[in-house]
């Protein structure tokens, strides 16, 4: 069964930087398509960004296109999030997710148990 971890997340002010982890297990590392969620109070859930390597795949949501940067580093089976320019509005418990071969909105999804990451304006 696939299983995902993530780390990283704190306290920030606006326009500082966080960088987020998550390592998968129980599965082939590299046929996994690895989604960054976040979901925030009273908004809905989005898919921030998500990679696949085997694909050279990264896809970005435009509420983060050229602040965040997702990476993959396959010798030690872990995913970052590169957060930078943190606006109060990233504000949100993010969720590392695992998805089997290709990034896609259809899972089924294997989810982490998510991080807290708070931007102060």
């Known amino acids: 069964e696939v299983q995902v971890v993530e780390s990283g997340g704190g306290l920030v002010q606006a326009g500082g930087s966080l960088r987020l982890s998550c390592s998968a297990s129980g599965f082939t590392f590299s046929d996994l398509a690895i989604h960054w969620f976040r979901q925030a109070p009273g908004k809905e859930r989005e898919d921030v960004s998500c990679?696949?390597?085997?694909?050279?795949?990264?896809i970005y949501a435009d509420s983060v296109k050229g602040r965040f940067t997702i990476s993959s580093d396959d010798a030690d089976n872990t995913v970052y999030l590169h957060m930078n320019s943190l606006k109060p509005e990233d504000t949100a418990v993010y969720y590392c997710?695992?998805?089997?071969?290709?990034?896609?909105?259809?899972?089924?999804?294997?989810w982490g148990q998510g991080t807290q990451v708070t931007v102060s304006s």
């Open positions: 997710v695992a998805e089997k071969y290709y990034c896609s909105s259809y899972g089924p999804y294997y």
């Open positions: 990679i696949s390597a085997r694909h050279g795949l990264k």
